[in-house]
């Protein structure tokens, strides 16, 4: 499959939060929101699952009307993994996606000029999870195993089989990945003895929790420190649009710094709940979901004074040395630094 080609995305069709201003209208008079009246640019961003807890900032700046402020109307949509929302942008489906920074750099291998703009979980968003009650305590013990991943081709896929690699263990040979989609499918996968561990997210282990499943975490400490999914766009329309990605990441911003006071828990949560209404029907696992994932968007100690958004040049080293490692990039791409850019943080950090 190429990058200039996608996927019929119909299949998706039931995962799909679609939000524009004039959506919003009817909340916004519930809430005592303004709306701008001033015209308004449309974007579709797509992410690759439904969750709205794991897109926090996103759903609260829509909620809140920070997007309209900057003039812009969002559109989001879910799809099937980071692969799927490449392949959206490629299309011209979506102009901002939310992949991870594995299939970033499997897709600039193959040609296609995205650019990661804003990291969104500067502290990993996947782990490698166990039943608590099996005798596995690190990677290693895995091997000839069958290891669960939610999507075939998605960013935990790139992340797990270079943390097998370092264990010395090789996809096919030593151990298989199989696809068992999110949270519930997974919950099954593990409870009919499918899989035998599982690669999930922040949303994903906090759901198969919620289910009664009592889980450890065997994730080295070195993996733990890989950043997870942000936002990107293709490099020809942040060029012709520089406005609507300073906007956006603006707005991002606003709802990272309103989803972080503890003070809001409520409205954000409101927030979620109009983005994903059956994420919202539990509010204490809402809550719960909310507060794991905000602690991974926020920057370490190390780099919190740089901003929301900023990508350590080290850590973009770090995903590459462990994907040549793994296999899944064939040679060091020839300009690292073409796949992201910090150029807009200080605009989007600035009060």
């Known amino acids: 499959m190429t990058w200039e080609e996608t996927r019929n995305m119909k299949t998706n069709q039931r995962f799909t939060r679609r939000t524009t201003l004039g959506a919003m209208a009817a909340s916004a008079m519930v809430l005592g929101l303004a709306v701008p009246a001033a015209a308004q640019t449309s974007i579709t961003v797509a992410v690759p699952n439904p ?28 799809v099937d993994g980071s692969s799927s929302v490449l392949q959206a942008m490629s299309a011209g489906q ?46 290693a013990g895995l091997k000839g195993e069958i290891i669960g991943v939610g ?37 099954v996968a593990f409870m009919r003895g499918d899989v035998d561990a599982y690669v999930g997210a922040v949303s994903d282990a ?18 733990l420190a890989f950043f997870g999914n942000g ?41 979620m709940a109009a983005g994903n209404p059956s994420e919202g029907e539990d509010r204490a696992f809402a809550s719960a979901l909310l507060a794991a994932a905000v602690e991974r968007m926020t920057p370490t100690d190390a780099y919190i004074e740089k901003g929301y958004g900023f990508q350590p ?27 992201y850019s910090n150029d807009w943080i200080d605009a989007w950090n600035a009060e």
């Open 151 to 187: 999507t075939a081709d998605g960013a935990e896929v790139s992340f797990a089989r270079a943390i097998l690699s370092d264990a010395n263990m090789k996809e096919g040979t030593d151990y298989e990945f199989l696809p068992v989609g999110d949270g519930g499918t997974a919950a």
């Open 313 to 339: 040049p080290e850590h973009w080293e770090a995903w590459e040395k462990s994907l040549l490692a793994a296999g899944d990039l064939e040679a060091p791409l020839e300009d690292l630094k073409a796949a």
């Open 51 to 78: 969750s709205a807890v794991t897109w926090a900032p996103m759903w609260a700046a829509i909620g809140e009307g920070y997007f309209g402020e900057e003039g812009l109307s969002l559109e989001v949509q879910a």
């Open 231 to 271: 936002y990107a766009v293709l490099r020809d329309y942040a060029d012709a649009n520089p406005e609507v990605v300073e906007g956006f990441g603006r707005a991002l911003v606003r709802g990272m710094r309103f989803v972080s006071d503890p003070a809001n828990e409520d409205a954000a949560l409101d927030h």
């Open 206 to 223: 906090a759901i198969l929790a919620n289910r009664g499943m009592e889980l450890n975490e065997i994730t080295p400490d070195d993996y």
């Open 94 to 139: 979506a102009q901002i996606g939310a992949p991870g920074p594995g299939p970033v750099l499997n897709a600039r291998e193959r040609g296609l000029d995205v650019v990661f703009i804003y990291n969104l979980y500067p502290k990993s968003v996947f782990g490698l999870l166990v039943k608590a009650e099996s005798d596995y305590t690190d990677p």
